[in-house]
Structures are given as structure tokens and as C-alpha cells.
């Protein structure tokens, strides 16, 4: 079952802050952040691997939360490049590596 | 990082026709994967391609529909067969090494489907 992200759409102003959630019903092995901008491929930015791992670069981090099968992906003092649609790829099978993506939350810096 | 060459970019089929899309890639990798993405829509994972061996299909797809090749660890092939306007939509190949590695992606073929 496709994982669910919240909000779906978020509007910001240059130098505000934000907060994407993605939860799954089942249990997580680990997730993927990506980035997508309009007309081009997903970028990956960053993944988390244990339960309770919080992992970041520049001003975007992100948390795992193993138990309540949630990850958070965290955008600090945003910038107009962060603009796009991000998604979260979550592993939920030990056997195989493949990845279900999000629903998707679409974010726009405005200056 | 792993460089992918995904061909074509972009086509226009007509109905009832196939169409093959190759997965190059720069270095040899674990893992090869086929997503769907629908205007505006999040990715939807076709299959896993394996190498040397039938490719696994997710729930709603089929071999026949959507056969996979992969005979080594660069190069894979995705063929949508006997396309209805139902299928298009931009498919996209994804490759990585595993657990806890980045995974990439081709930059997409859009097909359309007159």
C-alpha cells in the first residue's frame, strides 16, 4: 500500500520553514528522500536506515521514527530552489530491495 | 554516482503497436527498477528487473503487457505492448547497489499513445 505524505501541497515564503510527513501502514526498513522539479527525473537526497535515525545536509534533514512507521523530511530557511514535488521511497519487505513511493507533497518557494 | 541513459526521451505511438525502452547504465549496478509516473502522479513501481532471470511484477502488471530484459549488470529494456492511450505516461528506470545506497534515475521516457 502506497504510503501516505502530508500536507499534498505547501506554499513558503524564501527563509521559512517546512515539514513533509510520509506514513505507511506497514512496517519500515528504511525510506528515501527525493526531489522532484517539474519535467525532470526524482533526485535522490537523502536515506534513513534504523529506527529513530535522524540524518541531514545543508538545511534539509530528515527523522525515521521505526515504531510509528513515519519519516519527516525537514526544510530549514528555505530557499527558491527547493521548490518541486518531494517523495518518500519506503522499503517495507526484508527479502527485496524495491522501493514504493509516497504520495508526494508539492512545495513552492515563492521570494 | 551512477550515470543512466535512458532511450528515447520522449515518442508518440500509435494504438495496438509496442515500444521498447533501453536502461543504460555507466557502471555495473544490484539493482535495476521500472516505474510509471502519470501527469502530476506519484511513481508506481512496474517491476524489479533481475539479471539473468525473470523480472518480479508488482500487483496490476503483467509480462505479457510489460516485458523486462536485463542481460547484465548495465543495460535493461522496459517494452510496453500493444499500447492503448491508456499507457501513456512517462516510464522511468531506476538503478542502485542495495541497502543503504543513493539510488538514481533516468531522466524518463514520455509516451504518448494516439
Known amino acids: 500500500q502506497q504510503p501516505v505524505q502530508s500536507p499534498q501541497a505547501v506554499i513558503l515564503r524564501e527563509g521559512e520553514d517546512a515539514v513533509i510527513n510520509c506514513s505507511s501502514s506497514k512496517a519500515l526498513y528504511s525510506v528515501h528522500w527525493y526531489r522532484q522539479k517539474h519535467g525532470e527525473a526524482p533526485v535522490f537526497l537523502m536515506i534513513?536506515?534504523?529506527?529513530?535515525e535522524q540524518k541531514g545536509h545543508d538545511k534539509i534533514s530528515a527523522s525515521f521514527n521505526e515504531k510509528k512507521q513515519q519519516s519527516s523530511l525537514y526544510l530549514t530557511a528555505s530557499q527558491l530552489s527547493y521548490s518541486g514535488t518531494y517523495f518518500c521511497g519506503t522499503r517495507t519487505t526484508s527479502g527485496t530491495y524495491k522501493y514504493i513511493f509516497g504520495t508526494g507533497t508539492r512545495l513552492k518557494v515563492l521570494a | 554516482s551512477a550515470v543512466i541513459s535512458q532511450k528515447p526521451s520522449r515518442d508518440i505511438c500509435q494504438r495496438g503497436t509496442s515500444l521498447t525502452i533501453q536502461c543504460q547504465v555507466d557502471?555495473?549496478?544490484?539493482?535495476m527498477f521500472w516505474y510509471r509516473q502519470q501527469p502530476g502522479q506519484s511513481l508506481t513501481l512496474i517491476a524489479t528487473a533481475n539479471q539473468g532471470s525473470e523480472a518480479t511484477y508488482e500487483s496490476g502488471f503483467v509480462i505479457d503487457k510489460f516485458p523486462i530484459s536485463r542481460p547484465n549488470l548495465t543495460f535493461s529494456t522496459l517494452t510496453v505492448s500493444n499500447m492503448s492511450p491508456e499507457d501513456s505516461s512517462i516510464y522511468l528506470c531506476?538503478?542502485?547497489?542495495?541497502?543503504?545506497?543513493?539510488?538514481?534515475f533516468g531522466q524518463g521516457t514520455r509516451l504518448t499513445v494516439v
Open positions: 557502471s555495473q549496478v544490484t539493482m
Open positions: 534513513l536506515l534504523k529506527g529513530g
Open positions: 531506476s538503478v542502485g547497489q542495495g541497502l543503504g545506497t543513493e539510488a538514481f
